[in-house]
């Protein structure tokens, strides 16, 4: 099992990056995807998350409106793209696969925000 994170970077404030992780080794069909992100000396907060089929999402309320999440079961990748990005969105962002019992962490990409 393996998920791969990609895309993260230095944006200045309200620029956009897209984010992507890349799943192998299990059926990304049938598992719900969230990212999730961790700040220097904070807790790791979920971000947003897709259902299975990628009929329903949801996001931190800090996000809304700016990111979107999605993903492509034909290529097995998720997607986050951040738009009108701000200081306070810097942090380690990891995506997470979750079925019933089962859960995957991929190993993070770093987003730095700043001027």
């Known amino acids: 099992v393996q998920l791969v994170e990609s895309g993260g970077g230095l944006v200045q404030p309200g620029g956009s990056l897209r984010l992507s992780c890349a799943a192998s080794?299990?059926?990304?069909?049938?598992?719900?995807m969230s990212w999730y992100r961790q700040a220097p000396g904070k807790e790791r907060e979920l971000v947003a998350t897709?259902?299975?089929?990628?009929?329903?999402?949801d996001y931190t309320d800090s996000v809304k409106g700016r990111f979107t999440i999605s993903r492509d079961n034909t290529k097995s990748t998720l997607y986050l793209q951040m738009n009108s990005l701000e200081p306070a969105d810097t942090a380690v962002y990891y995506c997470?696969?979750?079925?019933?019992?089962?859960?995957?962490w991929g190993q993070g990409t770093q987003v730095t925000v700043s001027p």
């Open positions: 997470k696969a979750a079925m019933r019992f089962l859960t995957y």
């Open positions: 080794g299990f059926t990304f069909s049938s598992y719900a």
């Open positions: 897709i259902t299975s089929v990628g009929g329903s999402t």
